[in-house]
């Protein structure tokens, strides 16, 4: 870490993790570090510093041996860390804490589509824009984001390249933003998840509106219809015929369909293809990278 931002943001880290009831987990910290400064860095809670000369099978060893067996309670957590835990213990293991709050949120929203079509970035400006409406209306509630990514059927690792899309420097820290790996379509305990977000809060810190961001892994994902409220077909200009992705399903399952990157060409030749099998059906255009159409967007989702 250069330019001495390993002197904020190290210390910062922690003081965050203290906040959220979490000083149990050791923030560890690698790179060009100036020996004169292992201290001050020591002292403000790095549990480990890693300078050039430490070799990356020691780095690997400190990190396991740091791992320890998860307990279905975290004394002294905040609620969302706890949640955090809840999700964790049933999406790996089937096991649900006793006494954990279950509540349906009033409102699901399922985004998929296409690998490509911005999902992620939708997903993230639609939370913001709530989120932004019920500090500025008094409204109240908040909302949460359950994003899923594809797990490799090699390794059954995952990237979770849905947050490499999301700038979290956007997005307000009352949302909750959590990634989830699977393989397909699997949703089985997605309305179990549901129910552990619904009830992690209550009152005005209530989750209220959850978006469902599928793993977008292809053109037949229409299992994702049977867990949310509302399902989002998002397409963009130049992916194909809009027939085509029709007779694969994708397009069957859609409440509305969203034409993001409209600023691409194309975009009036995806629409017209659009209202040939939309019927009914809303078509709105968005440009996500600039913020435009998520308004409209969010009140067709949420009416």
Known sequence: MMSNSHLVLGPKLVGELAKLGRPDLPVYMGGILPQEDLPTLAEAG?????????????????VHDAVKPRAAVIEGAARSAQLARDISRLHERGEKRPGANLRRPRRIIGITGSPGAGKSTLVAQMASEFTRRAKEHGTGGRCAVVAFDPMSPITG?????DRLRVDFNTLDES????????????YHD???????IGGAHDGADAFDLVFVETVGAGQNETKIRKFVDKTAVVLTPGMGDAVQMDKAGILEIADLFVCNKADHPGENELVRDLRDVAGRRPILETIATRGQGIGELLDTLTA
Do not use: Q
């Open 46 to 62: 790095i549990r480990r510093c890693f300078t050039t000369g430490v070799g990356l099978l020691d780095i690997v060893n400190a």
């Open 157 to 161: 690792g995952a990237l979770l390249g």
């Open 175 to 186: 949302i909750y933003y959590r990634s989830l790996a699977i393989s397909g379509e699997d």
């Open 190 to 196: 997605l309305p179990e998840i549901l129910d552990l």
